[in-house]
Every structure is written in structure tokens, then in C-alpha cells.
């Protein structure tokens, strides 16, 4: 990407200028999450298209922020993280500790999409949390939703869990009633489960013991321990 320098002598302008490329950022995060598939980026993502994806995957591999690993033997290709991106790792987290104590709750929240957030979840969830056996969870978003509005865990110990966009035809152990504001403030430590179930933005109905442990098999983001985090709804 050419991208007309701001002419100024000044080392934050000068990186600003090599971060600052929409989806570079949020691409560089999501590798340091683990996710360093094409796919699987495009996945957690959301909203990006295939061919800005790839542009920027070729933009940070010629500044040196990724490395592209491609296996000769089965040509899948992975992208991992360089030196120079794992030491802009604490620079990027203290903007993230930044954006929890100093960015309202409503402007944070807004605009989220239902399936990133649901492929996030899935990237996090804890299949050793849950009961021994296969656990069927869906997830049913009441907002007028931008992509799918319904999502299906299948989660086992022991297994990956996967996530469907389409009905598995499987008896449903635990139904999560919500909202999109909802399910990401508990996630990001806005709100709290116990709030939002009480204002009947959350609800759980099914396996009581699934309902019970919700948030030890899907804890909240590493950011919601973050100290003085602005709340969605303040007291």
C-alpha cells in the first residue's frame, strides 16, 4: 500500500504510519491469539473481505510484522509472528487497557457482530469446564443482527468444540437467550451476568449445571480484569 508519509520527525507518526492501514492491527491480535490460518483469521474477523485480507497479510509480511510458512508437503500456509510484532505486543495491550477505562461502554459495544464474537467465543471456550459428555449449547441473539443470528456449540472433552451457523439437529442441552450488547459486555467485563439476567438481557434455560458454570467454561476476555473499566450500566 502506498500510503503518502506524514512528512514529520517524529517516531510515533512513523510507526502510526505502518499500523494505522485498516484491519492491521486487529489482524496482528488475532495472531497473537493463535489464529494463523487464512480462514480462521477471515473467520474471527468478520466483515473483512478475502482480498483486503490478503493484501494485508502481504503489506505486514514485507514489513516484516509476519512471517509466511507455507508446508511444500500439503500447501497450507500459516502466518506467524516476528520479533518486531511479538515487541509491540505490550504497545498494543496497554491500548486495549486504554480503551477499557477510557472508552464509554455503549460507543465500545456498538456495532458488534454476532458471528466474530461466536468464533472468538469458540476459540476460547473450555471443553475441560464441562460436564463429561457431549454438551449442545445454542446461542440465540434478539438484536436485528447484520449476519446470523443463531449459533450451536458442540462441545466435548477432550475435543475442539465446533460451532454452527446451521441447525445440527441435536437435543439442545443449554439455551442462551441475549443480546449482542449483552453477551460482549459480559465478555469485555461491562456488565456482569448477574446484571443483565436480572434486566432480561440474558437468559439461561436448560442443563442447571451448564447455567451454573457459564463463565467458567466461557470466561470473560483477559481485558475484563483490567482495573477501573468505564461499566455499560453504571450504578
Known amino acids: 500500500m502506498n500510503v503518502k508519509p506524514y512528512g514529520l520527525l517524529c517516531p510515533?507518526?512513523?510507526?502510526?504510519?505502518?499500523?494505522?492501514?485498516?484491519?492491521?492491527i486487529p489482524i496482528l491480535t488475532e495472531i497473537w491469539a493463535g489464529a494463523t490460518r487464512f480462514n480462521t483469521l477471515r473467520r474471527r474477523l468478520?466483515?473483512?473481505s478475502p482480498g483486503v485480507l490478503s493484501r494485508r497479510l502481504s503489506e505486514m509480511e514485507h514489513n516484516g510484522l509476519v512471517e509466511r510458512v507455507e508446508d511444500k508437503a500439503t500447501g497450507a500456509v500459516d502466518y506467524f509472528r516476528t520479533p518486531k510484532s511479538e515487541a509491540l505486543e505490550p504497545v498494543i495491550k496497554a491500548l486495549g487497557v486504554w480503551a477499557q477505562q477510557n472508552i464509554e461502554a455503549e460507543v465500545a459495544l456498538a456495532g458488534t457482530l454476532a458471528s466474530p464474537m461466536m468464533?472468538?467465543?469458540?476459540s476460547v471456550l473450555q471443553v475441560d469446564a464441562l460436564p463429561d459428555k457431549r454438551s449442545v449449547?445454542?446461542?440465540?441473539?434478539?438484536d436485528e443482527p447484520t449476519d446470523y443470528d443463531t449459533f450451536w456449540f458442540l462441545a466435548q472433552r477432550g475435543m475442539p468444540p465446533e460451532l454452527c451457523v446451521h441447525d445440527p439437529d441435536l437435543d439442545v442441552d443449554l439455551y442462551v437467550e441475549t443480546t449482542l450488547v449483552a453477551m460482549g459486555g459480559i465478555i469485555m467485563g461491562r456488565t456482569t451476568l448477574a446484571k443483565e439476567t436480572e434486566l432480561g438481557s440474558f437468559f439461561l434455560s436448560g442443563d442447571p449445571r451448564l447455567a451454573r458454570t457459564f463463565q467458567n467454561w466461557l470466561p470473560p476476555a483477559p481485558?475484563?480484569?483490567?482495573?477501573?473499566?468505564?461499566?455499560?450500566?453504571?450504578?
Open 12 to 24: 510515533i507518526s512513523r510507526a502510526s504510519q505502518l499500523l494505522e492501514p485498516r484491519w492491521t
Open 46 to 48: 468478520g466483515s473483512i
Open 119 to 122: 468464533w472468538k467465543c469458540q
Open 137 to 142: 449449547i445454542r446461542f440465540h441473539f434478539r
Open 223 to 235: 481485558y475484563a480484569k483490567v482495573p477501573d473499566i468505564l461499566p455499560l450500566r453504571p450504578e
